[in-house]
Structures are given as C-alpha cells and as structure tokens.
C-alpha cells in the first residue's frame, strides 16, 4: 500500500498526487518499488546545492516514494570521490535537509560512480527487500572510472534494481548514454537502467515532465526482469 494521503505533508502534496498521475499513466499504480536517491557533490555540482536544485529532486523522489512504498523514507547516498553511507530523508524530516547533509560531508570531490553504485547494492542487500528498487542517480559529469561503473551496472542487472541516471548540466553525457544502450544479454542479464538530461537548469522542468521522463522505461524493465527472473 502507498502512504495514506492524510499522511503525507501539505508540502509534499502536489507532488503526490503529480507523481501519481504519471505511475496511472504508465499502468503501474498499485506497484511497489523501493525508492534509491544518489547525489553527485563533486565541485562542478555546487551551484545546484545552493539554489535548491539539489533539495527539490530530493522532494520529488520522496513523493514518488509515497506512491510506490508504504514507509515514506528515502535512502539518500551521497558521492564524490567516495561514496558516503546511506542516510534516511522521510516526510517527517525533509525540510532544508539536502544541503544540511551534503554540507557535513566537507570539502567536494571527484566523481566515483561506481562506489555510489556499490552502495546502493550493498544497502539493498542488507535491507532484504522483497521488492524492486527504483534508483534515480543523478550527476553532472563522466566517472572517475568509466570501466568500474559500466561493470557495476552489469552485475546489477542480476538484481531487482533499476537504475534512472538523471543528467544536470551542459555535459554531453555520452558515457550515460552507452550505460542506456549497452547490449543485451551481451553485457547484461535484461537493460537495467535509462538516462534523461534534464539540461543545465532543471528547475525549469515541470514536475509532471520529471515524473514521465522518470517512467519511460521503467515497465519496460519490470516485464524484462520478471520474464528473467530477476524479479519474482
């Protein structure tokens, strides 16, 4: 079941009941999917923490949340040059909690994906979910290390993970963009992830456009994993 709507912040409201037209639209309302929030604080990310970007996606995966689990909390991993554990955003707790979070991590690094990806497993693992999990992993650049990430991806796509990379910024992104189209079954058990730009400044996109690019492939990932048996 989803978070009873007299539960869920009058803040949080509109972005509830958005998310949730998206999920009717794509036939998934009753679905259920843990929601994953992965954040880039490398050094190019800094403007994008100071004018509420940052805590605005945080918000929209906590809604998105609200629909597809039924105990509004949010693991949010935060990575630079390393990955930092997880740490919980809920509805009882968001306001402002972005940059208070990010801002105990210090100084900003590099970009690891592949240890934030590394995190993400492990924590689904220890968490026992018998449940999908829905990951949105957002940069704003390439990897450290182009190969570690790509052979991350790949293992995961054993397991009922998905991965939305969200791109924030001018960059090309080409290497998220072969992370999209790396073969099947090739290099992958079923294509576990999509990618989206959502340009250099993404307050500029309408919730409900975030929510429908977040979706597109989603689906199409959940009839894959089923039929492999990646999903039960």
């Known amino acids: 079941m989803p978070i009873s709507i007299d539960k869920v912040p009058t803040g949080l409201l509109s972005l509830v009941k958005t998310a949730a037209v998206s999920l009717d639209k794509n036939g998934l309302t009753g679905q259920r999917a843990a929601v994953h929030l992965v954040l880039d604080r490398s050094g190019s990310m800094r403007t994008y923490y100071r004018d509420g970007t940052m805590q605005h996606l945080a918000e929209q995966a906590l809604a998105l949340s609200a629909n597809l689990d039924d105990d509004g909390i949010v693991p949010v991993i935060f990575f630079d040059t390393d990955a930092y554990p997880p740490v919980e955003l809920n509805l009882?707790?968001?306001t402002g909690r972005i940059n208070?979070?990010?801002?105990?991590h210090g100084?900003?690094?590099?970009?690891n994906y592949a240890a934030a990806m590394d995190e993400v497993l492990t924590h689904h693992l220890d968490s026992g979910a018998s449940h999908p999990a829905f990951v949105i992993f957002q940069?704003?650049?390439s990897p450290d290390s182009r190969r570690a990430a790509e052979q991350t991806l790949c293992k995961?796509?054993?397991l009922p993970l998905f991965w939305m990379f969200i791109g924030f910024g001018d960059d090309e992104f080409r290497f998220l963009r072969k992370l999209d189209?790396?073969?099947v079954p090739k290099k992958r058990l079923v294509d576990n992830a999509?990618?989206?730009p959502a340009g250099s400044d993404p307050r500029t996109l309408t919730d409900?456009?975030?929510y429908d690019a977040l979706m597109v492939e989603f689906p199409n990932w959940l009839a894959a994993a089923r039929s492999a048996g990646v999903l039960h």
């Not at 208070?100 to 105990?104: G, S």
């Not at 100084?107 to 970009?111: A, D, I, L, Q, V």
């Open 92 to 94: 009882a707790n968001y």
């Open 107 to 111: 100084h900003m690094g590099t970009t």
């Open 139 to 141: 940069t704003d650049g």
């Open 208 to 210: 409900r456009e975030l």
């Open 181 to 183: 189209e790396l073969a």
């Open 194 to 196: 999509h990618f989206f």
């Open 156 to 158: 995961a796509s054993k």
């Open 100 to 104: 208070e979070l990010h801002e105990a």
